[in-house]
């Protein structure tokens, strides 16, 4: 069939198809697993190839070209970030070139869609990270829309959502920055839905903020914060019932676990991620509220970054030694019996959840980040043997 598209296992939910259909046969849907999947009206498809051409598209990524740890000069803009602050600078940059900015945003419901933007006074909705896999919709029809008109355009997400879009464009527009984010892997919208209902039902009142980022608590022990009126819950990364399943790779995309896009090669022009490792990477940053790592992958991403050099305080950093610390960028994450049982998860009350895991389940995660551990030495000698 020409419209044949990834499996359920192998498809990342960047929604690419939907984009490209001339005729909107694709709708994307909520399966048991909490994640949305593509769903082809067969009556209406005319066959025309357009979907499972973005789907399997190959395209040759950038080897890093340079690799810096930042931070934001203001504190306070740091402290509204996940780690350094280093995107609303970039997004900021754009705006005032009259460009448009895309990214991950809360919805009334706090879901997780992706968004346009191109006023600053609307840069707070894309500012921190949601730990919940983004809708995309259809905001890749309107970035090409925007780079037709000529207007520059900062597309972020993850680097899977950084494929799907450039798949989508299937050519080079020098107006397009894409900025990508070091994945771990993205969480079950479903399972986020659940979660986030349940503490509304425990505060007893409507929910007006979330951070995931909450640095109440510290950069490097973060916490989970959701904010009601009169009631909250914050509670650290390390004790947080959705953060541990979250952490513990229990609750991802089944794609994740065999991720196509943790490679040396990049599909976008940036790559932001917390700078772990911070001691041994820039000892002369200050870590109070954060410290970014910033990996240039092409010049146009490098001219971007330049701009708004200025702003931060910065270190030069060994690409090596951050991806030591920040495994994600060349890894995937190992699957548990938890994850297995995910639809049973989404089916039990809150209450129920649990985090244990088997010694099966341990002893596979070990196996696995022995694995990965070889894989990247192998990887920083002969893949980025010469990006230090």
């Known amino acids: 069939m020409h419209n044949k598209l990834k499996s359920a296992a192998d ?44 789907c399997h598209r190959r395209m040759a990524g950038s080897l890093p070209i340079q690799t810096v740890a930042a931070h934001h000069r203001e504190p306070e803009r740091r402290l509204e970030a996940s780690s350094g602050g280093i995107f609303s600078l970039l997004a900021g940059e754009i ?54 008109e000529g207007r520059a355009v900062l597309f972020s997400g993850t680097p899977c959502q950084i494929f799907g879009l450039k798949s989508f464009l299937g050519e080079t527009y020098e107006g397009l920055i894409c900025v990508e984010v070091i ?21 007893g009142e409507e929910i007006t903020r979330v951070n995931f980022r909450d640095k109440s608590t510290g ?9 009601g009126q009169t009631q909250s819950k914050v509670e650290p990364s390390s004790k947080n019932l959705y953060m541990r ?38 000892p002369t940053l200050s870590a109070e509220g954060g410290i970014s790592v910033v990996i240039l992958n092409t010049e146009k991403g490098r001219s971007l970054y330049e701009s708004v050099s200025d702003r931060l305080c910065a270190a030069k950093a060994s690409l090596k030694t951050v991806i030591r610390y920040n495994k994600s960028f060349l890894t995937s994450p190992s699957a548990s019996g938890i994850r297995a049982d995910l ?26 980040r022995v694995y990965n551990k070889l894989y990247i030495e192998l990887a920083l000698i002969f893949r980025l043997n010469k990006k230090g």
């Open 245 to 282: 399943l979250f952490l513990g790779n229990h609750i991802l995309r089944s794609s994740c676990y065999r991720c196509e896009y943790a490679t040396a090669e990049r599909n976008a022009d940036i790559t932001l991620g917390d700078c772990w490792g911070n001691e041994a990477i820039c």
């Open 343 to 368: 639809e049973g998860l989404a089916e039990r009350p809150v209450a129920a959840w649990s985090v244990t895991t088997t010694r099966k389940d341990r002893l596979t995660s070990l196996i696995r």
């Open 11 to 54: 498809c990342t939910g960047c929604m690419a198809c939907a984009n490209a259909c001339p005729l909107g046969c694709i709708d994307f849907v909520q399966k048991t697993d909490g994640f949305l999947y593509p769903q082809i009206d067969e009556e209406r498809c005319v066959h025309c190839g357009k979907c499972a051409e973005v």
């Open 95 to 148: 705006l005032k070139r009259g460009g448009a900015v895309y990214g991950a945003a809360f919805a009334e419901d706090f879901s997780v869609a992706h968004c346009r933007i191109d006023r600053a006074e609307h840069l707070s909705r894309l500012l921190g990270s949601k730990y919940v896999q983004s809708h995309v919709g259809y905001t890749y029809r309107e970035v090409k829309k925007d780079l037709k």
């Open 183 to 203: 994945c771990h892997g993205v969480p079950s919208p479903g399972i986020w839905s659940k979660y986030f209902a349940d503490v509304r039902e425990e505060l």
């Open 219 to 227: 950069w490097h022990n973060f916490s989970l914060g959701i904010y």
